[in-house]
């Protein structure tokens, strides 16, 4: 046992040699001041208050997602319905670059979380939106085994996506890959309020629900092979366990973590940093996914940067997989 002084003070305060020590501050603070650049959140559903933790915490651009459609209402969705949405996307993005140190860019796209009716209509308006300079992206979207409240088959989600995957190409913008939450259709009651959605507004799955997230990525990926997409311009999101060694192993796609909502996601810390060490930083992405609809946590960006130095991930590395990574998806300069 070792012995241990108390120095000046009259009962044992607990000191320690820096051998017994279980957490050392690793390197430097550079990651105290490294910016970020957020992948995929949902802006136009935040605060004021909200935007302005990313300015404090070194946000240097965000990825908006146009869509949000899929929340209500209660019948199927027009074109018009999500036009509405990516144009007001485009409006308030502009606003959010003039009001705050970060840029604001937007990824357009027909989510499948919800069935849309004549979706033929958005491919056909989609390039037009491609060519606006503040658009990176389209999606978020990809096959998806729930939806809210009315059922898309997986007939029309693979013609839905591999008509977005081409556009993509032809205009060589990125994807961005949503994937099948680790909860969806099981959401536990302590879940509930953290979450505005509850399972009886989900439809039944039509994947394998203990298996959904790897499933519906293998048929993303096949379509896109089948478009010839190339697999640096895909990301695929919301990562877990069940999927990692497939995307790194059998794809050049960048594999995205989605670190705000760990209760949904599935996901912590010591699992993005062990990803990082088996499989290297080039082609992992952290994002945040934030959304006014899930209690999250605007700094959590931040704190997960913090977390992986903390567990010993190198600052070059971090800057890899929150600044790097997405500024080479996406072909920005931020």
């Known amino acids: 046992m070792t012995e241990r002084s108390n120095g000046p003070t009259e009962r044992d305060i607990g000191r320690s040699t820096d051998e017994e020590l279980e ?40 990825v908006m997602i146009a869509a949000g459609y899929y929340w209500s209402p209660y019948r199927p969705v027009s074109p018009s319905d999500v036009r ?4 007001d996307a485009l409006r308030r993005g502009r606003s959010f670059s003039r009001a705050h140190f970060y840029e604001q860019y937007i990824a357009i796209g027909i989510h499948t979380w919800s069935r849309v009716d004549d979706w033929q209509e958005l491919i056909n308006a989609l390039p037009g939106y491609a060519n606006e300079k503040e658009v990176v992206a389209i999606g978020e979207t990809g096959i ?20 977005q995957m081409d556009v993509a190409r032809e205009e060589d913008l990125a ?29 039944e799955s039509i994947l394998d629900p203990e298996n959904a997230k790897l499933e519906a990525v293998e048929i993303d990926i096949e379509i896109m092979n089948d478009i010839g997409l190339k697999d640096e311009r895909v990301l695929i999101d919301h990562a877990d366990e069940t999927v990692i060694e497939y995307v790194m192993d059998e794809t050049n796609c960048y594999l995205g973590f ?19 060490e088996t499989y290297g ?13 899930l209690k999250n946590d605007p700094f959590c960006m931040k704190r997960t940067m913090f977390d992986l130095a903390r567990l010993g991930v190198s600052e070059s590395d971090i800057r890899n997989v929150v600044y790097e990574n997405p500024k080479q998806l996406y072909g920005i300069d931020a």
């Not at 939806?147 to 996506?161: I, N, S, Y």
């Not at 705000?260 to 996901?267: D, E, F, G, Q, V």
Request: aromatic share 8%; net charge negative.
């Open 23 to 62: 957490y050392k501050p690793k390197g430097s603070t550079e990651v105290t001041t490294m910016p970020w650049i957020d992948s995929h959140q949902h802006t136009q559903t935040l605060t004021l208050n909200d935007r302005e933790r990313f300015d404090l915490s070194g946000c240097r651009a965000a």
């Open 84 to 87: 509405f949405l990516w144009d």
């Open 144 to 163: 998806e085994s729930t939806q809210h409240t009315l059922q898309w088959d997986l007939e029309d989600q693979r013609a839905v996506l591999a008509a």
């Open 175 to 203: 994807v961005i890959v949503h994937t099948p939450g680790s909860n969806k259709g099981a959401i536990p009651e302590w879940m509930l309020d953290n979450y505005e959605e509850n399972n009886a507004n989900f439809t």
């Open 258 to 276: 989605t670190v705000s909502a760990p209760w949904l996601r599935n996901i912590d810390v010591e699992v993005i940093a062990e990803a990082i």
């Open 281 to 293: 930083s080039d082609r992992i992405i952290i994002d945040t996914d934030l959304a006014g609809s």
